[in-house]
């Protein structure tokens, strides 16, 4: 490990050391500006390709970003359903996008994989307040184009985070809300610095420090997120170089139990996290039933323009992560943590209360490498990502009432998960001719995991898993005229399953989708409408089984056969210049092919179902009104349909539809001052005050004590309540 960091860092210094000494530069009209574009070119589609694709520009990022997390941003786009562990928005947050859970979607930032390697997962919670830093991003539904990392089985988020600027800048924004939610951000550039700088040469640093705290909306569900974010940019006509860390510390209280449907009526904020009783037989909790997590991140990329047909790209990445989450637990079995028993007082002693900790500490590198030819007929791209992940997994208790024969600190569990991941691509965009596009693109991606130690259960896992897999993707644009372009596109994905999937199931399987695109986008003016319809087959699908484990991640199980099936829709609709209808629509059919599950003691076969946590309808609206230049006023809607938490369509798994509305303005004050603007920003959520659930659990079990010689399922359901009608105010200062 030590000698890779190493490496690591000599071939980092050495990237840095031949961009410095580069000279020589390429005359050239293109701004250097164009340059930034170049960090994420390899893993984005542009506004003529046969990939399904939204936009999302820092303007619009802005309208939003009081301190709730970028799912809440996204809230808004086609197919995409979001949630809370906390109620709020704020803390431990995810989405799903045309049904599909974190795990399965790709994530990057600059180009380089954000999704954790091991998981698959996405932790929005380590970014506190990123949105503020972020240039723009790109979500591609379905399979998209070729990305870093693993790859996407229902979309994929490029993020690309802010471009240099050639001005001093700096701004000051801070938000209040409900459940003593708020937001503190200061962010500063320097501007280029250098006698070229106002020919856009010279050097940039800039940098933001952020504060978010909350109380959420469930009981103590509280969220601290502390973070930070500082790059310099050495900027030529030709030449990018930036150098970028980011990271932060979350705490969170833990919230992911869930409360049941009686609950749920009765107490919807009620959180059994951290409860005990105490020697009096009073409830209590334990008041730091915590998760306690860090992670930094470091990035190079130089960025080199040859001439009009030549440009590559080189990213390096260095991800730290480590922390815990703790919890009181009473009356635990001393066999849970290999200690021995013991006599007190001639009684047998082999339970006891305790505290322990759970934890990760883990290192990510990554090497991006990518060139780009480009003339009036042809885009060509072709590349490499080649990353390693190494993971220690271990647990102590801290506190025990009764220790046996432990010492502070010892580890009961510890194990080790190591994966290394190569890939390398090529793509291409060729104009056949002023009506045709053509696409193709094809990746080659080898994936080993290999794990080592016992887990949690005290049990030896063991994992030495390799994959190949060929990702071939092929698309055609039509320009019907002017306003109007048609598309049609395949693509094939393959997917290594995750940590949790192995420790479920030894003989889990590695899951493949076949995705069909057609689409048609229509421009005339301000005027847009996209239309597409998407065919999604699947062998083995890694859906989620609507259980969880004991650190509240979903369990997912191949499914056989199975696809989604829909159409989606969106417009801008200027009514008058001044009033503008934002919708979008996806309609869909999720289901796996055939379901059998075991109930009552013998195998059911319940044919076609549908698959958990994809509802039919999703659908969303924004009605936006600036009755003058400075002013905006929008409502923002969305409807999600009913869905199921389980792959049996089980009535104890329902979860209802429900329509929410949110009211957002926007008030700038220009000024001639020490403040070029001062920028006031309200947003008022579930306007009316809808009770509604948007993820929950499911799980059974078989009850063969109650009636001795029968065996009855019993079914179960947990739900995850999200808040009623909130608000948050803000005020930004640029300067």
Known sequence: MKHLRRVFIAAALATTSLAMAQNTQVKDSTEAEKLEEVLVKAVRVDAKSPITHTNLSKKEIAKRNLGQDIPMLLNFLPSVVTTSDAGAGIGYTGLRIRGVSSQSTNVTINGIPYSDAESLGTFW?????????????????????????????????????????????????????????????????????????????GIEIAGRLSNIESYGYVDRASTSLKSYFLQGSYVT??????????????????????????????????????????????????????????QDHYQLHWNERYNNNWSTNVGLNYTYGRGFFEQFREDDDFATYG???????????????????????????????????????????????????????????????????????????????????????????????DRFQLYGDLQLRNVNYETSGINSNLTEFLVDENFTFFNPKAGVTYKYNDNNDLYFSYARANREPNRDDFESDPNVQPEQLNDFELGWRHKNGNFTFNANTYVMLYNEQLVLSGEINDVGAPIRTNSGESYRLGI??????????????????????????????????????????????????????????????????????????????????????????????DLNLIYTVKSKSIFDSVVFTGLVNNIFDQKFVSNGYYFTFDDDFSNPGTISTVEGAGFYPQAGINFLVGVTLNF
């Open 125 to 201: 919670v380590n970014l506190g307040d990123f949105a503020s830093s972020v240039e723009n991003l790109q979500v591609q539904r379905g399979v998209g184009t070729s990305t870093n990392g693993s790859g996407a089985f229902g979309a994929s988020i490029n993020i690309l985070t802010d471009g240099f600027s050639r001005e001093a800048s700096g701004e000051i924004s801070n938000s209040f809300g409900s459940f003593n939610s708020r937001k503190h951000t200061v962010k500063f550039s320097t501007g280029l610095m250098g006698a070229d700088a106002e020919r856009s040469r």
């Open 237 to 294: 006509d030709n030449t990018l170089i930036k150098a970028v860390t980011f990271g932060g510390n979350n705490v969170t209280y833990q919230s992911w139990f869930g409360i049941d449907a009686e609950t749920l009526r009765e107490n919807r904020t009620f959180n059994p996290a951290g409860q005990f009783t105490d020697e009096n037989g009073n409830t209590q909790f334990y008041d730091n039933e915590v998760d306690d997590y860090r």
């Open 339 to 433: 200690f021995d028993e013991l006599t007190v007082n001639g009684q047998t002693v082999n339970t006891t209360d305790l505290v322990r900790r759970r934890w990760l500490d883990n290192d990510y590198y990554v090497i991006n490498a990518n060139a780009n030819y480009k003339n009036n007929e042809i885009d060509l791209i072709f590349g490499t990502s080649i990353s390693h992940y190494d993971g220690d997994h271990f647990g102590e208790v801290i506190w025990a009432r009764f220790a046996s024969q432990s010492n502070i600190r010892d580890r009961y569990y510890e194990g080790n998960g190591k994966k290394n991941d190569f890939s390398v691509f090529s793509k291409a965009t060729y104009k056949l001719n």
């Open 568 to 661: 989606e829709l969106e417009a801008i609709i200027p009514v008058s210049s001044k009033f503008t209808i934002q919708p979008n629509l996806a309609v869909s059919s999720n289901r796996n092919v055939e379901t059998i599950r075991s109930f009552d003691g013998g195998l059911q076969n319940l044919g076609s179902t549908d698959i958990a946590f994809s509802p039919n309808v999703v659908a969303a609206n924004a009605f936006v009104y600036q009755p003058v230049k400075n002013l905006q006023i929008s409502l923002l809607s969305k409807f999600v349909g009913e869905q199921f938490m389980s792959n049996t369509e089980a009535d104890a798994s329902k979860l209802d539809s429900y329509f929410l509305n």
